[in-house]
T-cell receptor
Framework: DGGITQSPKYLFRKEGQNVTLSCEQN?????MYWYRQDPGQGLRLIYYSQIVNDFQKGDIAEGYSVSREKKESFPLTVTSAQKNPTAFYLC???????????FGSGTQLSVL | SQQGEEDPQALSIQEGENATMNCSYK?????LQWYRQNSGRGLVHLIL?????REKHSGRLRVTLDTSKKSSSLLITASRAADTASYFCATDSLTTGGFKTIFGAGTRLFVKA
């Protein structure tokens, strides 16, 4: 897990509520990514950012939002528009494009 | 969408045996990477192979890449119980939004002691 901190480890969301997952890194990496993993499945890309103040949608961005105001931080908000949010969320960083990813330890989000 | 597809989905072997996992992908790539994930944890990078490379080794790991067949394989030799995990291939490709890393669904490896 190295210098990537995801919090909280477990999170519960009520109906109609927005929740924010935190991802902080001290690796000085430019690129940051959010992936969603459903049980027994691979990772699907939600959003990614290759530089501060810029980010792009991944394959499943609907119902999610992000910001990249600081190099160290890339929070993910799961909005009430995301009707099936229960999943394991993984944040990753990379020094740049086409380089290996470093992963955080993940946040398990469940719906109450 | 998932670019890579791993085969088999699950694999059970005895300690000491070799384990081979395969990955196929659909579009042209710049790199292909293999990652490992223990249950409920983040992924750990194992090896990266560039599109102009055909084979790479790292300890007990051997990765091959055949760009003409759009496929890669990961071989773990002399497996140990501690190798029990899920293994994912990931492809790096240039898209309209820039370079993206896309993961397959993974192979779940169980090594029996």
């Amino acid at each position: 897990d190295g210098g990537i901190t995801q919090s909280p480890k477990y999170l519960f969301r009520k109906e109609g509520q927005n929740v924010t997952l935190s991802c902080e890194q001290n690796l000085n990496h430019d690129a940051m990514y959010w992936y969603r993993q459903d049980p027994g499945q691979g990772l699907r890309l939600i959003y990614y950012s290759q530089i501060v103040n810029d980010f792009q949608k991944g394959d499943i961005a609907e119902g999610y939002s992000v910001s990249r105001e600081k190099k160290e931080s890339f929070p993910l908000t799961v909005t009430s528009a995301q009707k099936n949010p229960t999943a394991f969320y993984l944040c990753a960083t990379a020094p740049g494009t086409l380089e290996k990813l470093f992963f955080g330890s993940g946040t398990q989000l469940s719906v109450l | 969408s998932q670019q890579g597809e791993e085969d088999p989905q699950a694999l059970s072997i005895q300690e000491g045996e070799n384990a081979t996992m395969n990955c196929s992908y659909k579009t042209s790539i710049n790199n292909l990477q293999w990652y490992r994930q223990n249950s409920g944890r983040g992924l750990v990078h194992l090896i990266l192979i560039r599109s102009n490379e055909r084979e790479k080794h790292s300890g007990r790991l051997r990765v091959t890449l055949d760009t003409s067949k759009k496929s890669s394989s990961l071989l773990i030799t002399a497996s140990r119980a501690a190798d029990t995990a899920s293994y994912f291939c990931a492809t790096d490709s240039l898209t309209t939004g820039g370079f993206k890393t896309i993961f397959g669904a993974g192979t779940r490896l169980f090594v029996k002691a």
